[in-house]
């Protein structure tokens, strides 16, 4: 909890607040097709790739991808969506894979999509490009299922602490707090992600 607490301190001190917001606002039932086309290309990004290196450059990717507006409208400018916003950003595959992810949902549609995810969203999730048995719960969080992430930096905190996972060590915290899992995730991995020698400090 102390660690937990600082986290938190961390967050707010930083005018990160919002983030924490948007996740605990963010509702799995709800998602939209824009929303599910951005979140897919933020994450296939980042798998791999230091979240602030993405971050710097998502908002010109997105406005390459017809600012994830549907699904049909990136199919209908897909190969000039891909090489404006390799500009910014270099690797074509994951690029390609954002275009792919639209025809998916083109073809098979949006809602009947949904409606698989919502029925089983960690495996149906996967059939996305550059979502595995990870990123797919990356993915799910984000879209708002409220799951965490197994992610280095909470895997390492768990470790830590005792915990078996990340799932853990989250829903022990959210039981304790109140808050949600999601959102505890998103709290202790942007601490760390921000403050990496806490990692080290708080457990020396």
Same mark, same amino acid.
């Given at each position: 909890?102390?660690?937990?607490?600082?986290?938190?301190?961390?967050?707010?001190?930083?005018?990160? %607040?919002?983030?924490?917001?948007?996740?605990?606002?963010?509702?799995?039932?709800?998602?939209?097709? %824009?929303?599910?086309?951005?979140?897919? !290309?933020?994450?296939?990004? *980042?798998?791999?790739?230091? #979240?602030?290196?993405?971050?710097?450059?998502?908002?010109?990717?997105?406005? *390459?991808?017809?600012?994830? #507006?549907?699904?049909?409208?990136?199919? %209908? !400018?897909?190969?000039?969506?891909? @090489?404006?916003?390799?500009?910014?950003?270099?690797?074509?595959?994951?690029?390609?894979? &954002?275009?792919?992810?639209?025809?998916?949902?083109?073809? &098979?549609?949006? #809602? #009947?999509?949904?409606?698989?995810?919502?029925?089983?969203? &960690?495996?149906?999730?996967?059939?996305?490009?550059?979502?595995?048995?990870?990123?797919?719960?990356?993915?799910?969080?984000?879209?708002?299922?409220?799951? !965490?992430?197994?992610?280095?930096?909470?895997?390492?905190?768990?470790?830590?602490?005792?915990?078996?996972?990340?799932?853990?060590? *989250?829903?022990?915290?959210?039981?304790? @707090?109140?808050?949600?899992?999601?959102?505890?995730?998103?709290?202790?991995?942007?601490?760390?992600?921000?403050?990496?020698?806490?990692?080290?400090?708080?457990?020396?």
């Amino acid at each position: 909890m102390n660690f937990f607490s600082r986290a938190c301190s961390y967050v707010e001190q930083a005018g990160l %607040s919002g983030e924490v917001v948007w996740q605990r606002d963010a509702d799995f039932t709800e998602f939209t097709e %824009s929303e599910l086309l951005r979140e897919h !290309a933020w994450v296939a990004l *980042c798998s791999g790739f230091r #979240e602030s290196a993405v971050r710097r450059v998502f908002n010109h990717v997105s406005l *390459c991808f017809c600012d994830w #507006e549907s699904a049909d409208a990136i199919v %209908s !400018a897909g190969e000039i969506c891909c @090489t404006t916003a390799a500009l910014t950003f270099a690797n074509r595959l994951k690029l390609r894979a &954002i275009l792919s992810t639209a025809r998916y949902i083109n073809n &098979i549609g949006f #809602e #009947e999509f949904k409606r698989s995810v919502l029925a089983d969203p &960690i495996n149906r999730l996967q059939v996305l490009p550059f979502i595995g048995p990870v990123t797919s719960r990356h993915l799910a969080k984000n879209l708002g299922l409220d799951i !965490a992430k197994p992610d280095r930096h909470l895997v390492r905190v768990s470790e830590r602490l005792g915990f078996r996972s990340a799932d853990d060590l *989250c829903r022990e915290l959210a039981a304790t @707090t109140g808050e949600q899992a999601k959102v505890v995730d998103l709290i202790v991995w942007r601490y760390i992600a921000d403050n990496p020698q806490q990692l080290h400090d708080s457990f020396a």
